[in-house]
């Protein structure tokens, strides 16, 4: 090959330096089991409403509209007296319909809420 082709020839693309980091890996939201990616809206969920005793319990990250469909569903006192674990959130019928629904829209999607039936009509509205 001569000087000039070896000049022009293009060099082969350069591997990224191996440092031993791996991709961040999203963490799963507990109701959905979708991943929840760094930009999406995401808030803690005490497992144990921390009115009832939950404030030092697990709060796992859930995406923004499975936390605000949990609480339009049910109230602190359910959550607490037979809904405490994921497994039964994703059993109760509402929120398996809501999860049925979620399971089709992106990881970073959300929208507002249905609002709390029981307690607009606790303030009379």
């Known amino acids: 090959?001569?000087?000039r082709a070896r000049k022009s020839a293009t060099p082969p693309p350069a591997?990224?330096?191996?440092?031993?980091?791996?991709?961040?890996?999203?963490p799963l939201c507990?109701?959905?089991?979708r991943p929840i990616p760094a930009g999406a809206r995401a808030s803690r969920h005490?497992?144990?409403?921390r009115l009832k005793g939950g404030a030092r319990g697990p709060a796992p990250l859930l995406h923004q509209i499975c936390h605000n469909e949990i609480h339009a569903a049910l109230s602190e006192?359910?959550?607490a007296r037979a809904y405490a674990a994921p497994e039964a959130l994703r059993a109760h019928p509402?929120?398996?319909r809501f999860i049925a629904w979620i399971a089709s829209k992106p990881p970073d999607f959300h929208a507002r809420s249905r609002p709390n039936l029981r307690k607009r009509r606790a303030r009379g509205r």
């Open 94 to 96: 509402g929120l398996a």
């Open 30 to 33: 507990p109701l959905c089991l």
């Open 77 to 79: 006192a359910e959550l």
């Open 1 to 3: 090959m001569s000087r």
């Open 46 to 49: 005490h497992l144990t409403p």
């Open 15 to 26: 591997a990224p330096p191996e440092t031993g980091e791996t991709a961040p890996v999203c």
